[in-house]
């Protein structure tokens, strides 16, 4: 997989630097001016031209969605991995999409100093998801139970162009088509400068002052010193809710976990009793089982979408039984790089997997509707072997080959 490296500026002291397209956490080179930031909706860049100079360039705005989609058919779920962009406003006169043109290059944020004609997107995203399906559904076996993408990277691209006699792609300097200046003129006076912004904020903890530690790919940030965590929105750190069930030794790593409860309808699913019959486990309901209420348990880190399903699955099976104390726990925790709403989206796939018997999955998946009510971010204790990471309570195996090559997802 390829991702994007961006060119930018240390907001603090102008020296130029590199980022890659996951990277949250930004330390500069120079001054060593550690940031945050927080990036509100699709990440928006701009492709480099090679424009004659004094061109004046126009921007078009592309969707582009590099993920995978799964499809949930009677008795299994495929999927595919898709790299794909479309046009984010509906032009017969710019190319459909942006081809090869993202490939090895170095791209810019689309920021409101960007210099040149910037056309805005009209199309919603969930235009984009919408033909995505339509497009890579048509050679999937039907009937399609349930479509969803899982890990997704979503962004918009800008593609220069410039006008001569006619339109050119200012990347290959080709003409595009036969396309006059009087063909695009009503499409140009909607031009602006971007409206995408995005902001560098301090990683000092906002209760206490401490240093925030983390990856730097890492969606929300751990106070070592007073304990709390912490997530950018909305131009600030906003204090976030997190727990942990406490290791039983020092050794070994936290990982995150989301801990979803959902109005669940079409299927009796609210405790522990209900799952047991549900997920057909080879267990008894024990008293209080209807008491415990049932939850959904997504991981809260990357890893491949097919891992991502089984891990969530066997995790949502097994639930936590341990006590869970508030806040993050000391020791190494694993970084959260897999935002709530990816898990959310996954919630009636991780259902399809553990549900029983398949051969009615085709009735249940019909009917049931799934809707995140409330969820707490929770740190579960792992063992450390040479290879995996465990959890022995959970049936749990997850190998570290996983989460490394999980860095480039
Ligand atoms: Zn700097
Ligand atoms: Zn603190």
Not at 10 to 25: H, K, M, V, Y
Not at 134 to 147: D, V
Not at 168 to 181: E, F, M, Y
Not at 290 to 309: H, I, M, S, T
Request: proline share 9%.
């Amino acid at each position: 997989m390829t991702a994007f490296i961006i060119e930018h500026q240390c907001p603090q002291c102008g020296a130029p630097a590199e980022l890659e397209e996951t990277d949250r956490l930004f330390q500069c080179g120079y001054c060593r001016v550690k940031s945050c930031l927080d990036v509100p909706g699709p990440l928006q860049y701009i492709l480099p031209h090679r424009a004659p100079s004094g061109k004046e360039l126009i921007y078009f705005p592309y969707w582009r969605f590099k993920g995978m989609l799964f499809y949930c058919l009677p008795g299994e779920i495929k999927n595919r991995f898709v790299d794909f962009s479309m046009q984010a406003i509906a032009s017969p006169d710019f190319p459909f999409s942006l081809g090869l043109r993202t490939q090895t290059q170095k791209l810019r944020f689309a920021i409101k100093e960007c210099e040149g004609l910037f056309l805005p997107p009209e199309l919603p995203k969930a235009e984009l998801i919408a033909d995505l399906h339509e497009r890579f559904s048509a050679e999937i076996p039907k009937p399609i139970l349930h479509q969803a993408q899982i890990g997704e990277t979503i962004s918009i691209l800008y593609a220069p162009f410039y006008l001569d006699t006619r339109l050119v792609d200012a990347i290959l300097n080709r003409p595009v088509g036969n396309i006059t200046a009087e063909a695009i003129a009503p499409l140009l006076t909607k031009a602006q400068a971007p409206q995408w912004s995005l902001t560098f904020l301090s990683t000092l903890c906002p209760q206490c002052g401490w240093d925030l530690e983390a990856d730097k790919n890492a969606l929300v940030l751990n106070c070592a010193n007073c304990r709390s965590t912490w997530r950018p929105k909305g131009g600030k750190l906003e204090a976030l809710k997190s727990a942990h069930v406490p290791a039983p030794g020092p050794e070994g790593l936290y990982l995150p976990f989301w801990r979803i409860q959902c109005d669940i309808a079409g299927v009796t699913l609210d405790n522990y009793a209900d799952l047991i019959r549900l997920a057909n486990l080879p267990r008894v309901a024990q008293p209080g089982d209807q008491q415990r209420p049932f939850y959904f348990w997504c991981p809260a880190f990357k890893v491949r979408p097919q891992n991502f399903l089984t891990f969530a699955a066997q995790a949502t099976t097994c639930q936590v039984r341990e006590e869970i104390l508030t806040g993050p726990p000391p020791g190494q925790l694993h970084s959260v790089n897999l935002p709530l709403q990816e898990a959310v989206e996954s919630l009636i796939l991780t259902f399809a997997g553990f549900a029983r018997p398949k051969q009615h999955m085709e009735e249940i998946l019909k009917n049931i509707r799934i809707q995140a009510r409330s969820a707490l971010l929770v740190y579960l204790p792992f063992e450390e072997s040479p290879h995996e990471f465990i959890r022995p309570v959970m049936n749990l195996a997850i190998a570290k080959n996983l989460l490394k090559l999980a860095k480039n997802l």
